[in-house]
């Protein structure tokens, strides 16, 4: 079964706010196993809205409309809707009730406008809204489903929780389910490259790869007739995946961050982490304290932005730093072993990298990062060379820190002998 | 003029991702006074793609799609569109050599598909990407022009202001120009009730107001036969907004950010700058850091996220962490105090506070965060309390961060009395 959105409002149209209701709607529905094909967004304008719901009826059949129910004169999604299902609008005693009874608990008198909101489509079914004073409307025309909801994210997402999600599921008798398996230090191409037959192959399940900063993600969805009769179509090819991609793999859960399988690698092995950084200036620190509960193994770190600052809080040594420069693996790796030795901390990573977008030379272009990574002692150096805006070479570094962390702390409680991942250097 | 946008991907049709490039060729398409009346989404699909290409195309003078130009078997965008405007794909020799050398910077062996992307629509304008491998195209039909863009925020935010934006403004006869007051410390609410006459009179120049984190910008449009007229339509209403905010106005600069304002400030009072941070573990500094040139005024910081760490590093004393606890007051000012002595900076910046989700308590929840500004001595210590999830509450104590110095620093070279902005102390 297919659904498909309409947002109005002409503040999404101006930009003035981030269309956050078709990519809840989106996921939700996906969780039910309905096919998104189409989001739109129009203004508070009858024609076009009228022009878009009648397009979207032909061809999906579902269609969800959010906003432009409110009791302004330009909230005229109700109207419209209701015009193009051939249904009058006729008053909902009950909604008036509720209406009447929101405005007393508030201490608001009502204006005349606000009763326009009980006018309602004949025989449509009505949602309660418990947030806000305009109900939400289903009509079943033999076309497709309407439904209505009101545009803001606080009576929306609770109106579609307690009243569609449940009338949409008695629609369907198909469920998606999807897995996403999490790559990291791979390129997007290179991935798409070692799997293309599997791409070429799918079906159901479908494969797709994204692209992430420093991370491509490869989701397999399924649709079946019951969650576990979809998981077990998923469950082959994501052991397929793993056995192409292993190591690479941070992660298969949805919810599971690049920093948070760090975190959680660091907790597993009990090692206390630092980062001393350059160039990414407090960026790598923030993105590892980002992940909740990150307290039991980071305490602190520093920023050594100036040469003086390697110098005095890691140590780094003056003939380092007038021999190799600033930006060179050399004083990367000196930068991590004075971190570990200022905090005490098990693995302490350091980034010195030219950001750009001045300070570039011939040989020490702007891009240009060496990426040190001390586990217990152990120290590997990374040098790369990122490409784009002075915060996108940052994001980049951070990206490449945590995967060269994930990388080190593998490699160091493997068997895998040391010099083999650090022929980079 | 027209214009439309068309959003490639599955993962906005599965809601994986909110759909934000919308919004912000909304927010640009609107400053250059065109005229978005539709926004849609689809997915990666020659079908449903053409589909909605057409009907954009027959509707609007200006289509720009973003997303699906990457180099993998889903990406169709550019082939489709190219199909659709009756063009075929020829290989593009400097975009193939901007690939390869992408490559050869990265170090990094290109796999076939990759060439895919020199790939361009026969006598097309190509649009060079400086953050990744696609480049964008511009189609002229006589129909309508049609605007390829890559889907990453980072990619096409970047290549539209370099090349999309000078060549939608060679479009229009009459010329549009625009200026942004931005607004810092001022609630979007507030704001607008300060204002509310101005948007009600709005017509030549319009008036409109952007909610950002601990930001509101207000972008001032008048539309005249040419760039001088334009901008005096606009110094009046500027003026004006001036009168009105004041000081809260921290640039009406296209280009300068928060931290920029804040950078500029420091500098021109020849002020160094350092950083302690709890709860937002690096945010601070990699903001600060993010502008060119910050090394003048930044040299190192300190990352002190365990009570231990705020001891030793920042001195914080033992028993004002008992008496008052690590967020608390108290604590965030020693916590400034000692980042002045630790660094001999200027000025320091010190945060605390509870990001969440766990860890919060009945009299100190979840969101409450504590910032000291100490300049050169008179330190003020404010207390906030944000809303949101862990990454949104210490992205807002980061603005209010940067918004606090700009205030003390403001405050410290003018003669205005002390106590004053310390009321919420």
Redesign the interface.
């Known amino acids: 079964m297919t659904v498909e959105f309409i947002c109005v409002g002409t503040e999404?149209?101006?930009?003035?706010?981030?269309?956050?209701n078709?990519?809840?709607?989106?996921?939700?529905?996906?969780g039910l196993g309905l096919s998104?094909?189409?989001?739109?967004?129009?203004?508070d304008?009858e024609e076009?809205l009228t022009m878009?719901l009648r397009?979207a009826m032909e061809r999906s059949d579902i269609v969800i409309l959010s906003g432009g129910l409110g009791p302004t004169e330009d909230d005229l999604t109700k109207e419209v809707a209701a015009k193009v299902c051939g249904k009058k609008l006729v008053l909902h005693e009950p909604s008036k009730k509720a209406i009447k009874r929101y405005f007393e608990e508030k201490g608001i008198e009502p204006t005349d406008n606000n009763w326009k909101q009980a006018m309602l489509p004949e025989d449509c079914i009505v949602l309660d809204n418990h947030n806000g004073t305009a109900p939400g409307v289903i009509m079943e025309t033999k076309e497709s489903k309407v439904i209505l909801l009101p545009g803001p994210p606080g009576e929306l997402c609770p109106m579609f929780e307690e009243s569609v999600e449940p009338y949409l599921m008695g629609l369907t008798s198909q469920v998606i389910c999807?897995q996403t398996v999490k790559i990291c230090g791979v390129?997007?191409?290179?991935v798409?490259?070692m799997m293309?037959d599997l791409?070429?192959a799918q079906t159901n399940p479908t494969i797709?790869?994204?692209?992430k900063?420093g991370e491509v993600h490869i989701?397999v969805?399924a649709a079946a007739e019951d969650k576990k009769a979809a998981m077990k179509l998923i469950k082959p090819v994501v052991k397929e995946l793993k056995n192409r991609f292993g190591n690479d793999i941070y992660s298969t859960e949805q919810d599971v961050t690049l920093e948070k399988a760090v975190v959680d690698l660091l907790q597993a092995n009990d090692l206390t982490v630092t980062?001393v950084?350059s160039?990414?200036?407090?960026?790598?620190?923030?993105r590892?304290?980002?992940v909740?509960?990150?307290?039991e193994i980071?305490?602190?770190?520093?920023?050594?932005?100036?040469n003086?600052?390697k110098r005095?809080?890691v140590g780094v040594k003056k003939t380092t730093l007038q021999k190799y420069g600033a930006v060179s693996g050399q004083t990367a790796e000196e930068m991590a072993k004075g971190a570990a030795l200022l905090t005490k901390a098990d693995v302490s990573v350091a980034v010195t990298g030219i950001a750009?977008?001045?300070g570039g030379t011939e040989e020490k272009?702007v891009?240009l990062v060496y990426i040190a990574c001390n586990v217990k002692g152990k120290v590997t150096v990374k040098k790369?060379?990122?490409?784009?805006?002075?915060?996108?070479v940052?994001?980049s570094a951070v990206s490449a820190a945590l995967a060269l962390m994930r990388g080190c702390i593998l490699e160091y409680f493997s068997k895998v002998t040391f010099g083999k991942k650090n022929q980079n250097r």
Request: net charge positive; proline share 3%; charged share 20%.
């Open positions: 999404i149209l101006l930009g003035n706010i981030v269309n956050t078709a990519a809840y709607l989106a996921e939700k529905c996906a998104c094909y189409f989001q739109t967004a129009v203004g304008n076009r878009v397009t999807s390129g997007e191409s290179r798409e490259t293309k791409i070429d797709a790869t994204y692209a900063t989701r969805t980062c950084e160039c990414t200036g407090g960026l790598l620190s923030a590892l304290i980002n909740p509960g990150v307290s980071y305490k602190s770190g520093v920023i050594t932005y100036s003086k600052a005095r809080f750009g977008p001045d272009p891009g790369f060379r990122f490409s784009g805006n002075r915060s996108k940052r994001e």
